[in-house]
Structure formats: structure tokens, C-alpha cells
């Protein structure tokens, strides 16, 4: 019954996943297409160019270039949207991994948790029974044994002195536990928090930065600034120059 409940709440959440995988990849096409036509678009004003480059006054030559510097502007704008939306993608999916994970965990505890309870009572049980058995045996033979049973003869101790305890055996998994564990062990890092990516990420302008991608909250953003951005180390090393 228990196993039924978490399936079906786990396919509830994951009802839209779907299409909004399908949004999200229908999206990034699109930039993909849109940045091939700016590629082209620069390739024939940067052809213009040279072709004409001698024939030019300064003035048309300034304006063509910030034609071509405009249509470079852009392609690397649709290339950040299409990052962002690769990310948040990532972060979708993850969500739901390690929602399924923690269902998971906390499912394995349950049954943990019941097979600790009835070993136990079913232990208890056949000790008693035993007892009860030791006992008569020992009422009827004392006269000529007069010995008595001894506690550490139950099965329970003998259990206790063989073997760990059940609850030894069983270590309880928590939820927590599973939510704190790396999605990829191997999944490169960024940011100042040396974190795997995710939610909203910024990149340095700084193509020499060591760590490129950074975590709006780890550089105290809220949405993403307009023009160039630099990270914190490379701002104080633009600083000392």
C-alpha cells in the first residue's frame, strides 16, 4: 500500500515534466537557429567589409563594424539564453531525481523499520514460549538436579553474545541524507562555493577567469546585469592593473 502511495505521488509531480522538457528543448532550438542566422549575417557584413574596406571613409568603416560588433553582441545573447535555459533544464530534471531519491529512502526506512518490529516480536515470542517449556522441565527434575535455568541461556542473550542485534544491522537511512549527497561525483564544479551548477548562473566577461560561471546568490545578483559583468576576483585584479 505504502509502495502505491509514493508512485503515485511521484507520477503526479513528474505529470508535466514532459512538456516542459519539450518547451525547454523547443526553445534552445530556436536560439540555435537564431544564432546560426547571425553567424551568417556576420560572416557576409565581415566579407562586405574587406571587399570594400579601401573604398570606405572612416565613418562608413566605424559603422560597419559596429554592425558587425552589434551582430556579435547578439549571438552571444541568444548563446547565454540557451545556457540558462540548458541549466535550468539540468535543475528540473535533478529536482526530480532527488525527489525519487528521498522517496526512496524514506520508503527503504519504513520497511526497516517494520522488519526491526516484527523480528523483534517474533524473537520475543519463541523465547517465552522456550521459558515456559525450561520451566516445567525444571519443576519436574529439580528434586533431582537442583538446578535452576539461567538468563544468560535465553535466546535473547545467546543471540546478544553470537551475533549483533538486529538494530545493529539495520541502520536507519535518512531522507537528509540522500537530499545532501552529489548528484555526479565527477560533475565539474564552479562558482566562488566550488558547487556543481545550478539555478540562475552568471558568466565573468573575463575570458582569462579561472572559475567562469558563478551562482547569482554566491555574487549577490538577483537578475542578471546589463553589459559586461566580472566576477569578484577578477574586479580586483582589474583593480591592481
Keep these: 500500500m505504502a509502495t502505491a502511495i509514493y508512485l ?3 507520477l503526479d509531480s513528474i505529470e508535466n515534466l514532459p512538456c516542459e522538457l519539450q518547451r525547454n528543448f523547443t526553445l534552445m532550438r530556436d536560439l540555435d537557429n537564431r544564432t546560426e542566422e547571425k553567424k551568417g549575417e556576420i560572416d557576409k557584413l565581415a566579407e562586405e567589409y574587406i571587399a570594400n ?5 572612416s565613418e562608413q568603416r566605424v559603422e560597419h ?12 545573447e541568444f548563446s547565454d539564453d540557451k545556457v540558462q535555459l540548458a541549466m535550468q533544464t539540468y535543475e528540473m530534471v535533478d529536482k526530480h531525481i532527488r525527489r525519487l531519491d528521498a522517496d526512496l529512502a524514506r520508503f527503504e526506512n519504513e520497511l526497516k523499520e517494520k522488519l526491526e518490529v516484527s523480528g523483534y516480536e517474533s524473537a520475543e515470542g519463541r523465547a517465552l514460549k522456550k521459558g515456559e517449556m ?7 527434575g529439580s528434586r ?20 549483533p542485534d538486529l538494530s545493529d ?6 531522507p537528509s541524507d540522500v537530499l545532501d549527497m552529489p548528484v555526479d ?14 539555478g540562475e548562473m552568471i558568466g565573468c566577461d573575463n575570458p582569462d577567469c579561472p572559475i567562469e560561471w558563478f551562482h547569482f546568490a554566491c555574487v549577490d545578483l538577483a ?3 546589463k553589459g559586461k559583468w566580472f566576477c569578484p576576483r577578477c574586479t580586483q585584479d582589474r583593480k591592481k592593473k
Excluded: F, W
Design 8 to 10: 503515485e505521488h511521484y
Design 185 to 198: 561525483p565527477n560533475e565539474p564544479t564552479y562558482c566562488l562555493c566550488h558547487q556543481v551548477s545550478y
Design 65 to 76: 563594424l559596429q554592425k558587425i560588433q552589434n551582430a556579435y553582441s547578439k549571438c552571444k
Design 134 to 140: 525450561r520451566g516445567l522441565r525444571e519443576k519436574r
Design 223 to 225: 537578475t542578471k546585469p
Design 53 to 57: 574596406v579601401k573604398i570606405l571613409a
Design 144 to 163: 533431582g538436579r537442583g538446578r535452576k535455568g539461567s538468563d544468560e541461556d535465553s535466546p535473547r542473550k545467546k543471540k546478544m553474545k553470537n551475533g
Design 169 to 174: 544491522a539495520l541502520l536507519p537511512v535518512q
